[in-house]
Structure formats: structure tokens, C-alpha cells
């Protein structure tokens, strides 16, 4: 019985503890409720979210190499054509073939001698011909020139005609001058006064016409001597052109042998033995000179301001070895069409690289300090490129910028936020204008831990 008794009191005991501790529980629980409804999270639900962390670095200045893109096909810098000296002849020899390398004065082929001494031939006929007719032109100034002398010192008889007219003109004159002084003391009737009036006028126009004759046939004398004189420099000239023309034959034709006026590689033959030399009115041979080749790359014009005279450039060959280039010459206009100049590259000597071949390389300028960002920082959107940057109440406003040349992960601003500035690399898309962040550096290396950032100061 005693038993039964403690069994109860130890039930009862426990019922009461296990329901103390549901009360402490649920008061806990009660407390723990508030402090939710009172604590910071409610007031970001009920303000807004709370800052989140994002990353930020600075916008730097960096020495940017400006590297540039270049792909063109190689060509000559100057390519020698070869054409025949004496059109008509037959080749009867090839003494040079293409991918041959050649020294200025090396014999490249062989025209038939029969036709090239038949031209020589020929050309020395017109010189002879040239020489004859100069020598009648002489024979015409001569002639001319006797003439001439002849009438200016004239017979006797015409010194005598014109001396007769001449004294029976000033008799016939001075008679009617007397006849005029007496007119009024009436010694003469008035048909006398005029009938010596009209024999001096008779007489005036007989001296007259014989002084016209002798003026006229000087006139004619001296016209034929200088028409005589042209004829004879007509002719020296078709002398003088007739000889170059024989001189200039005989310097090109050689005896029929075609040399290369330069030294250099032969790129191309387009005759073969047995045809007519200049038949087709293409060069016999091409070569290129002194081996001097160039890329003619095609560069948009945005591009083109950052060339300059002598920049650097490597290009890969077929054969993937490495090529050197400088820039030769800058764009001299810009194709309407595509927007894009020549800029020529020359290039180093490699066995590799032939005319023709199209090659793909790297142009490099002198380095050049500029703003950089992160490529990560860049947001793009329907205005173009902006950045996040991050002011000293640690909110963010967006920037937009324009970009320049790329360089590993960093790119160019030309405009945009000035360097110092911190620019946010990472959760860019999530943010709002105006909206606050909790900033963390960027990593400047592997390993280091990353630190809050500080904004910077305006």
C-alpha cells in the first residue's frame, strides 16, 4: 500500500515539471517571435533588402601597347616587267623560268637575230633617208639666200629705170611749182597750169610703181629664204630622231638577248619557245625587285589613327614561322565602299613567304598610358557601354563611357569616369540606379583576401 502511495506522488511530480518547462518554452518562443517582428530583418522587409556585396576596383592607368589587328596578301614592293625589244621576233631560247632569282643584266631569253637585224636595218634606212632630205633642204637655203642677194644689189637696168624715173619725176614736179608761182600774172592759161599738174602726178606714180616692183620682188626673196630655213631644221630634226631611234634600238636589242634591268626573283614567264615576242602585249617576264616584298592590309578607318610610320609588326607564315614587317606607307585614301584604307607593311626576308600569299598578323605601336577598367565592369545595353560607379555614400550611379583598344582582361576608356574611380566588376546587371552596395575589393593577387572598399573622395 505504502508503495502505491509514493508511485502516485512520483507521477504527479513529474506531470507538474514537464508542464512548467511547456510554459518556459512557449513564453521563450513568444519572446523569440517579437524580437523577429521588432528586429532588423523585418525592417528590410518592410524598408527594402539589405545591402548586398559586390565587387568594385579601381578605374587605373595603364600602359597599353596598341596592339592592332593587319591581314593583307603579300605583294611587291616593285615589280620589274620585262617586255621584248623588237616586236615581231620569234623566241628561239628561255634562259630564265619563274621562282628563279636573277642579278640585273642576266640574260632571261633569246629572240631570232634575222628579225632583229632586219629592224636594225631598217632603222639605219631612215636615217640615211633623214640625211638626204636635210642636204636638199641645205641645197633649197642656199639658192634662196642667191637670190636674195641678187635682187638686194640688182642689174644696172633696174638702177637705171628707177633713176630715170626718179629725174623726170623732179623735173615734172618743178615745173608745176613754177607754173603755181606765176599763176596769178596770167603767163599760163589755166589748161597749162593743169596739164603740168597732171605730168608731175604721171611721173610721181611711175617712180612709184618702179620702187614697188624692186620692194616686191625683195619681199619674195626673203619670204623663199626663210621657208627655205624651216626646211632645213625640219629635216636636222627628222635626223636627230632617226639616229636616237637606231641608238635606242641598238642599246635594247642586244643581238636579240632579253636581260633583267634589276636583280630579284622571277615571279612570272608568260612566252615559250617558238612564239612572237609581244604578240600578246603582256611582259615576258615579271620580277620582283630586289626581292623586297610588302603586305597590303586592309584597315578600317576607325583603326587607321593609330598608325604610324615604321610601326612594328609580326606576321605568321604558311610554314608557321614568324615574320617581321614595318609600316612602309600610311593609307593615302579610304575605299567608299567597304571603309577601309591600304596601309603597307614591308617584310623581312623569309623563303617561306611568296608573292601572292595572304598573311595574318599583329601591328604594335609605342606605349601609351591610358584609363583602363576591367573588361567585367563593362554593362552593355540598348545606349551602348556603362559602368557602375561607386559614390562615398556606397550607393551606385551609372556611367556611360566610350571604349578604345582592348588589352588582356582591361579595356580602354576615352571617356567616362576619371581614374581613381571605383567601378563595380562583378553583379553589375543586378543593380539599380541609386542603389546601395556593400563594395569589396578585388583580389589584387592570388591568395590575398579581399577588403571593404573605400570610396573615393570627392
Given at each position: 500500500?505504502?508503495?502505491?502511495?509514493?508511485?502516485?506522488?512520483?507521477?504527479?511530480?513529474?506531470?507538474?515539471?514537464?508542464?512548467?518547462?511547456?510554459?518556459?518554452?512557449?513564453?521563450?518562443?513568444?519572446?523569440?517571435?517579437?524580437?523577429?517582428?521588432?528586429?532588423?530583418?523585418?525592417?528590410?522587409?518592410d524598408?527594402?533588402?539589405?545591402?548586398?556585396?559586390?565587387?568594385?576596383?579601381?578605374?587605373?592607368?595603364?600602359?597599353?601597347?596598341?596592339?592592332?589587328?593587319?591581314?593583307?596578301?603579300v605583294?611587291?614592293?616593285?615589280?620589274?616587267?620585262v617586255?621584248?625589244?623588237?616586236?615581231?621576233?620569234?623566241?628561239?631560247?628561255?634562259?630564265?623560268?619563274?621562282?628563279?632569282?636573277?642579278?640585273?643584266?642576266?640574260?632571261?631569253?633569246?629572240?631570232?637575230?634575222?628579225?632583229?637585224?632586219?629592224?636594225?636595218?631598217?632603222?639605219?634606212?631612215?636615217?640615211?633617208?633623214?640625211?638626204?632630205?636635210?642636204?636638199?633642204?641645205?641645197?633649197?637655203?642656199?639658192?634662196?639666200?642667191?637670190?636674195?642677194?641678187?635682187?638686194?644689189?640688182?642689174?644696172?637696168?633696174?638702177?637705171?629705170?628707177?633713176?630715170?624715173a626718179?629725174i623726170?619725176?623732179?623735173?615734172?614736179?618743178?615745173?608745176?611749182?613754177?607754173?603755181?608761182?606765176?599763176?596769178?600774172?596770167?603767163?599760163?592759161?589755166?589748161?597749162?597750169?593743169?596739164?603740168?599738174?597732171?605730168?608731175?602726178?604721171?611721173?610721181?606714180?611711175?617712180?612709184?610703181?618702179?620702187?614697188?616692183?624692186?620692194?616686191?620682188?625683195?619681199d619674195?626673196?626673203?619670204?623663199?629664204?626663210?621657208?627655205?630655213?624651216?626646211?632645213?631644221?625640219?629635216?636636222?630634226?627628222?635626223?636627230?630622231?632617226a639616229?636616237?631611234?637606231?641608238?635606242?634600238?641598238?642599246?635594247?636589242?642586244?643581238?636579240g638577248?632579253?636581260?633583267?634591268?634589276?636583280?630579284?626573283?622571277?615571279?612570272?614567264?608568260?612566252?615559250?619557245?617558238?612564239?612572237?615576242?609581244?604578240?600578246?602585249?603582256?611582259?615576258?617576264?615579271?620580277?620582283?625587285?630586289?626581292?623586297?616584298?610588302?603586305?597590303?592590309?586592309?584597315?578600317?578607318?576607325?583603326?587607321?589613327?593609330?598608325?604610324?610610320?615604321?610601326?612594328?609588326?609580326?606576321?605568321?607564315?604558311?610554314?608557321?614561322?614568324?615574320?617581321?614587317?614595318?609600316?612602309?606607307?600610311?593609307?593615302?585614301?579610304?575605299?567608299?565602299?567597304?571603309?577601309?584604307?591600304?596601309?603597307?607593311?614591308?617584310?623581312?626576308?623569309?623563303?617561306?613567304?611568296?608573292?601572292?600569299?595572304?598573311?595574318?598578323?599583329?601591328?604594335?605601336?609605342?606605349?601609351?598610358?591610358?584609363?583602363?577598367?576591367?573588361?567585367?565592369?563593362?554593362?552593355?545595353?540598348r545606349?551602348?557601354?556603362?559602368?557602375?560607379?561607386?559614390r562615398?555614400?556606397?550607393?551606385?550611379?551609372?556611367?556611360?563611357?566610350?571604349?578604345?583598344?582592348?588589352?588582356?582582361?582591361?579595356?580602354?576608356?576615352?571617356?567616362?569616369?576619371?581614374?581613381?574611380?571605383?567601378?563595380?566588376?562583378?553583379?553589375?546587371?543586378?543593380?539599380?540606379?541609386?542603389?546601395?552596395?556593400?563594395?569589396?575589393?578585388?583580389?589584387?593577387?592570388?591568395?590575398?583576401?579581399?577588403?571593404?572598399?573605400?570610396?573615393?573622395?570627392?
Amino acid at each position: 500500500m505504502t508503495r502505491k502511495i509514493q508511485a502516485v506522488s512520483l507521477a504527479l511530480i513529474l506531470a507538474t515539471t514537464l508542464g512548467l518547462s511547456a510554459c518556459g518554452n512557449s513564453s521563450d518562443a513568444k519572446k523569440a517571435e517579437d524580437a523577429k517582428k521588432t528586429g532588423p530583418d523585418a525592417k528590410a522587409k518592410d524598408g527594402g533588402r539589405m545591402p548586398q556585396a559586390v565587387s568594385v576596383a579601381p578605374v587605373e592607368v595603364k600602359n597599353f601597347t596598341g596592339r592592332l589587328v593587319v591581314a593583307g596578301q603579300v605583294q611587291a614592293v616593285q615589280e620589274a616587267r620585262v617586255f621584248p625589244t623588237s616586236s615581231g621576233a620569234r623566241v628561239i631560247q628561255i634562259m630564265a623560268d619563274a621562282g628563279d632569282r636573277v642579278v640585273a643584266g642576266q640574260a632571261l631569253a633569246r629572240l631570232d637575230g634575222r628579225q632583229v637585224n632586219a629592224d636594225s636595218e631598217l632603222l639605219a634606212a631612215q636615217v640615211r633617208r633623214a640625211r638626204t632630205s636635210l642636204a636638199e633642204a641645205e641645197v633649197g637655203l642656199n639658192a634662196a639666200r642667191q637670190n636674195l642677194t641678187r635682187a638686194e644689189t640688182g642689174p644696172r637696168e633696174s638702177a637705171l629705170d628707177t633713176a630715170s624715173a626718179q629725174i623726170a619725176f623732179d623735173q615734172a614736179e618743178a615745173e608745176y611749182q613754177r607754173a603755181l608761182s606765176i599763176k596769178g600774172e596770167g603767163a599760163l592759161s589755166v589748161e597749162q597750169l593743169e596739164g603740168r599738174r597732171a605730168a608731175a602726178r604721171a611721173a610721181e606714180a611711175r617712180l612709184r610703181a618702179q620702187k614697188g616692183d624692186i620692194n616686191a620682188l625683195l619681199d619674195g626673196r626673203r619670204q623663199a629664204v626663210a621657208q627655205a630655213a624651216a626646211r632645213v631644221g625640219a629635216a636636222r630634226a627628222d635626223l636627230d630622231v632617226a639616229i636616237a631611234q637606231q641608238s635606242q634600238s641598238n642599246s635594247r636589242q642586244n643581238n636579240g638577248v632579253i636581260s633583267a634591268p634589276v636583280g630579284g626573283q622571277v615571279i612570272s614567264r608568260s612566252v615559250n619557245v617558238g612564239e612572237i615576242a609581244g604578240s600578246t602585249g603582256q611582259p615576258m617576264f615579271v620580277i620582283v625587285a630586289n626581292d623586297a616584298l610588302e603586305v597590303a592590309a586592309e584597315v578600317p578607318e576607325s583603326e587607321i589613327s593609330r598608325l604610324s610610320l615604321g610601326m612594328a609588326a609580326e606576321f605568321t607564315a604558311p610554314d608557321g614561322s614568324m615574320v617581321t614587317g614595318s609600316l612602309r606607307r600610311l593609307p593615302a585614301q579610304i575605299d567608299p565602299q567597304r571603309r577601309t584604307g591600304l596601309a603597307r607593311f614591308t617584310l623581312a626576308p623569309n623563303p617561306a613567304v611568296k608573292s601572292g600569299v595572304f598573311l595574318t598578323g599583329n601591328a604594335s605601336s609605342q606605349p601609351r598610358g591610358v584609363a583602363a577598367v576591367p573588361a567585367a565592369a563593362l554593362v552593355y545595353g540598348r545606349e551602348g557601354a556603362s559602368v557602375f560607379v561607386l559614390r562615398n555614400d556606397n550607393s551606385v550611379t551609372k556611367v556611360k563611357v566610350t571604349l578604345g583598344a582592348r588589352e588582356g582582361s582591361s579595356v580602354e576608356l576615352v571617356s567616362g569616369p576619371p581614374a581613381g574611380s571605383m567601378v563595380v566588376t562583378a553583379g553589375s546587371a543586378f543593380l539599380a540606379e541609386g542603389e546601395k552596395i556593400n563594395p569589396i575589393k578585388t583580389v589584387p593577387k592570388a591568395g590575398a583576401p579581399a577588403q571593404p572598399a573605400t570610396p573615393p573622395k570627392k
